[in-house]
């Protein structure tokens, strides 16, 4: 025990240590003791062996390689080698590595000794990795005795092992098969429940649409009935004068009364005859108008018609729609209580059907844009034509216009639509130091307008006296894009390829603040019901989203464009549009923080082609010289527009060789005003 105790204290951190104030010790902890110390010896001694281990491995290493000798070589001055080794220095010099002294290959031998103890070494590297059955097949094919009684229990060990082995492998297949099948069966069965609920949804809504027709029917047969007792009341107005003056005439025995009797009956008969046919034609005109209003206009069935197969064109888009707001309703309902789930509209529908009703009647209404104006903005001392921006005014009585020509040109919307093409004129005309890139109103100084150049300038202007108010110039680079704040006059945005956000007000100078970002800015706008919130779109391919009382990190970074996002703009306060040039356009929530559609059917890969906004209809262009119109809840275009080429020197109209390069909606109407690269202006509007 005296060399235990010895090996111990060499060994602290093995063996645990005793404290000096237990003086004796029970018949157990000897015993405790006593097979410490045996494992402390061998622990010692297994050390020891891989000490020597590593010794020996030290021996046996190249010193070219520092390896593990391969076909070992010996040089007439005693060192062993790989022989590739030796072999390629021997090439560059002829000594020997470890001692200097002359050699050549001729001074080579082959050491055997090294190479059998090397082999015996691998060998016993192998057997020592190999597992219990490889060694045991080792043992077993190197011609170990062994009796056929020892044969047959080792048999029977390895047959149970395998039943073993068998049912635990059954029961682990089962296992995963049964967590497979409940997994799918709960998913089927939440599948089947939202079904369940879609269907009970539909037949609610089935039965208040019915409902709702019944009543119309039944307001049009009061409606009928009172239109037709009208018009049987102006008939017998129109027949009893005849009769009373045929009474009066009876009366009346006097021979000229009589005369002046026949006349007036004869008279009154050729009126009665003229005015005759026309209460028909009143009666049926009433009649038709209670056929709906589908018999008011000879086109309206045509119209019906084409609606219809709008409908079933874009069946699986509606589809959603309708699922996605009635299911988002009830979520609603069921959050604020059930007495919120049983309001209903004036109509007696439920908050998701009127919502759907909204979409489907705005969207169905119109398939095409139909060009209302056109006009030329280049002119003959500028070849440059691109019309960058398309802006108009607080009243949409204006509409600014601007591009790499450097000068901003204003229109009279009125004019433009009313006036011939030769008439058409900009009411005013400024002209830039630089390239323009974006323009914006201010929404209550009427005759402010701001812009951004490829000089990195952003300027106010004062349209009624064509003069610049103010210029800011900290931008060190192109400065993409310009906003006005609508809440807040004095303030407005821009961002530029600096990677810098600044944010101006009108009354100073010196920009209010300065976001810097890691990448250029395209895009930048303010949210329409605030002055804290602006999106910045960039070319790191995401939308940032700032409260500009806490600019240390955006409030919402929205991901999912794959390239950079070249425009943003707000359709309402909570509902965010950011285009790309991977040729989509995507809708966001900035309070839920959620990505809500993706729009596809135009081509943008790598120009500016504009992205324009209103309450309800979202419209881009497009780099094969069209214009696309989406509606906000529906991925597929509405509608959309080809510019026809008018270059003589390209007959055919090449899409590839112009783009639309910007849109503009006028606030509240079908009406949009684009631009291509061409300079080419047109106003158009959705038609059916």
Same mark, same amino acid.
């Given at each position: ?47 020891? /062996?891989?000490? /020597? ?9 190249c ?36 001692? +200097? ?8 031998y ?51 092992? #395998? ?38 949804? @539909? ?6 649409v019915?409902?709702r027709?019944i ?7 009061r ?10 009341d102006?008939s017998?107005?129109?027949?009893r ?18 005369? /002046? ?41 045509? #119209? ?10 874009? *069946? ?8 996605? #707001? ?9 959050k ?42 280049s ?17 949409d009585?204006? *509409? ?49 307008l ?64 300065t ?9 930048? #706008? ?11 779109? !960039?070319?790191?391919?995401h ?5 500009l ?7 919402y @970074?929205f !991901?999912g464009h ?17 285009? +790309? ?39 881009c262009? !497009? ?34 060789? *112009?783009?639309?390069?910007a ?26």
């Amino acid at each position: 025990m005296g060399g235990g105790g010895g090996e111990r204290n060499s060994m602290g951190v093995l063996v645990p240590t005793v404290n000096a104030g237990e003086t004796s010790a029970p018949a157990g902890a000897e015993t405790e003791a006593a097979v410490v110390g045996t494992e402390v010896v061998v622990v010692t001694e297994r050390v020891a /062996e891989e000490e /020597e281990e590593e010794e020996v491995d030290k021996d046996i290493l190249c010193p070219i390689c520092m390896q593990i000798i391969k076909d070992a070589f010996l040089t007439a001055c005693g060192h062993s080698f790989c022989y590739m080794c030796i072999v390629t220095h021997l090439q560059n010099k002829s000594d020997c590595p470890c001692c +200097s002294h002359y050699l050549t290959t001729n001074h080579l031998y082959p050491n055997f000794l090294l190479n059998k103890l090397l082999m015996k070494k691998s060998a016993r590297q192998m057997a020592k990795s190999a597992t219990p059955v490889e060694q045991l097949r080792q043992a077993i094919q190197q011609g170990c005795e062994v009796s056929v009684k020892e044969l047959d229990s080792l048999l029977s060990l390895l047959m149970d092992k #395998k039943i073993k082995m068998e049912q635990e492998e059954a029961e682990t297949n089962l296992q995963i098969l049964l967590e497979f099948l409940q997994c799918l069966k709960k998913q089927k069965v939440e599948e089947l429940n939202e079904i369940q609920n879609d269907l009970q949804y @539909i037949k609610e809504d089935i039965n208040a649409v019915e409902r709702r027709r019944i009543e119309l029917y039944r307001t049009r047969g009061r409606y009928s009935a009172k239109m037709r007792t009208l018009v049987d009341d102006s008939s017998a107005m129109t027949v009893r004068p005849p009769l009373r003056d045929k009474g009066i005439g009876a009366i009346v025995s006097s021979p000229i009364n009589l005369q /002046e009797q026949g006349r007036a009956g004869t008279s009154q008969t050729r009126n009665t005859d003229t005015r005759a046919p026309r209460n028909p034609q009143i009666v049926q005109r009433k009649d038709d108008n209670q056929g709906g209003s589908d018999s008011q206009d000879p086109n309206q069935p045509g #119209k019906s018609l084409a609606r219809k197969r709008r409908v079933h064109a874009q *069946f699986n888009e509606l589809q959603d729609c309708y699922l996605q #707001k009635r299911r988002y309703w009830a979520r609603q309902s069921q959050k604020q209580g059930e007495r919120v789930a049983n309001i209903m509209n004036r109509e007696g529908y439920s908050a998701g059907l009127e919502d759907f009703q909204s979409v489907l009647s705005t969207f169905t209404r119109y398939s095409s844009l139909r060009v209302v104006s056109e006009l030329r903005h280049s002119d003959i001392f500028h070849s440059a034509n691109i019309v960058s921006s398309i802006e108009f005014d607080r009243d949409d009585e204006l *509409f600014a216009t601007a591009g790499v020509s450097r000068r901003i040109k204003v229109f009279e919307f009125s004019s433009v639509v009313n006036e011939p093409a030769d008439a058409q004129c900009p009411v005013v005309e400024m002209s830039t130091r630089s390239k323009l890139s974006c323009l914006s109103w201010n929404n209550y100084t009427k005759n402010h307008l701001a812009s951004s150049d490829y000089e990195g300038i952003v300027t106010v202007w004062d349209v009624t006296t064509r003069q610049s108010v103010m210029e800011y110039e900290e931008h060190e680079k192109r400065a993409w894009s310009v906003d006005f704040c609508r809440t807040e006059p004095s303030m407005l945005v821009s961002g530029s390829d600096d990677c810098k956000v600044k944010v101006w007000c009108t009354n100073q100078e010196a920009s209010v603040l300065t976001i810097d970002m890691k990448a250029n800015i395209c895009s930048v #706008k303010y949210n329409p019901g605030s002055s804290a919130h602006i999106a910045v779109g !960039s070319a790191d391919h995401h939308v940032h989203y700032y409260d500009l009382r806490n600019i240390s990190q955006p409030l919402y @970074i929205f !991901s999912g464009h794959r390239k950079a996002v070249s425009y943003v703009k707000f359709l309402s306060n909570y509902e965010l549009a950011s285009a +790309s040039t991977d040729s989509t356009l995507r809708l966001w929530d900035v309070n839920e923080n959620v990505p809500l559609r993706t729009f596809k059917g135009h081509t943008n890969e790598k120009n500016f082609v504009g992205l324009t906004v209103n309450s309800e209809y979202l419209a881009c262009g !497009s780099e094969t010289n069209e214009v696309f119109v989406y509606h906000k809840a529906i991925s597929k275009p509405a509608a959309w527009h080809r510019f026809v080429s008018d270059d003589q020197n390209d007959p055919d109209g090449d899409m590839g060789s *112009f783009f639309i390069s910007a849109v503009c909606w006028k606030r509240d109407s079908p009406t949009i005003v684009t631009a291509n690269s061409q300079g080419t202006i047109k106003a158009l509007v959705l038609a059916a």
